[in-house]
């Protein structure tokens, strides 16, 4: 155990440093960067937007200071996989406790359990098999500042988002020691965080039975082979291949099985959209009502890595372009790319399958032949044989913006 100690001496240095500096300016400032975001960002959002490095982090985008709010800058998504110290910071409440490996319990329980019982980090590293699976983990406001009108909430960019190796333990291997109940309908996460004010609702989140009993469901322990970074819920948060992150319940606690629906202020009020705004394909029924249903998987959806907004680019020379594709779960089959705007389109070349909730790497070549602007653009179609879309589909929180991107080039 001496790598856990040695780690929570220097986690905890870090994060001293951290809360003093953060009491005395709200966190020490890089300068402003051009890589504030796209421009259809809200002005403010853009200004605000400086480089700065949460201890044990890289520079990333600040999009709040408290609670943590930090977005991955976009010459990151050329890798694979995305690396601890520049993986994404998304918090709702300010409140987060340095936790102690060896104190830290996880106690699963809930009216729908009959055998309630604790586990602790040991515990759960050694009585369960570990299993590793590469997944993305997305914001479901990622891109919310591109929405227009413009609405409430953190004003992401596109960098709400990463993808990673998760190593952990299945949830229904816990589960099964819980002696769940058959009207056990809902399984509920608790983050060990809190708010500034007593009165703020606690982070407690609940997925259907059915997704938390998923093989691919896991409390996970490790990101891309590494303890997971106190800002991306160390010691053990929950991963939901598929879903949207805010499931993903960080530095969590407690998982209750429930016999009624979840009614905490995080599942009844947020992270919602009026019915029939997207069709999804998996269904929280028991959080529905006749109004409005939560959100559930990732929509397809797709990023240009490069060439970047106003690159210049050589005539008759040939360029790059290149970025990522994924989806909730069904695989990414087809992504088109083209150069004039959206008129012609051809295929680009897939990376190599990293699994079905992994992003895949695209490229394809192009080779400007006149002087003059190029508008590249790129559509990820995925198993389902859905595609991205060309105008937004507004919801009033801004989620799941998959609106099909466009880089202008200049050739010369
Ligand atoms: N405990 C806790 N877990 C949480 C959240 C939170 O505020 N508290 N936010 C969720 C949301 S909305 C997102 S997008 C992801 C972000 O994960 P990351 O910070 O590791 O990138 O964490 C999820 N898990
Ligand atoms: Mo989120």
Redesign the pocket.
Known sequence: RMTTRRQLLNGAATLAAYASTARLVGGPGFAATPDQGPSALPSGAREAAVLDALPGKKPLIKRSYR?PNYETPMEVFDKAFTPNDE???????SNIPEVDAAEWRLKIGGDGSSTPFELSLVQLATDFEQVELAAL?Q??GNRRGLSNPHVMGVQWGYG?M?NAKWKGVRLKDILAKAGLKADAIEIAFN???SGVVEETPD?VKSIPTWKALDENTMIATHMNGESLPH???YPA?LIVPGW???Y?????TEINALTKPQGGYWMAKAYRVPLGTFSFTDRFITQETDKNTPITEVVVNSLITSPGEGQAVAVGKSVDVRGIAWDGGHGITEVDVSTDGGKNWRPAVLGEDLGRFSWRQWSLSFTPTDPGSYAVMARATNAQGVSQVSKLIFSPSGYHNNVIQTVNVEAA
């Open positions: 609670p993986f994404f910071v998304r918090w709702h409440l983990c914001c479901a709400a990463g983050g060990g965080e982070f800002w991306n819920g948060r949207t992150a805010t993903w319940t960080k530095q969590v």
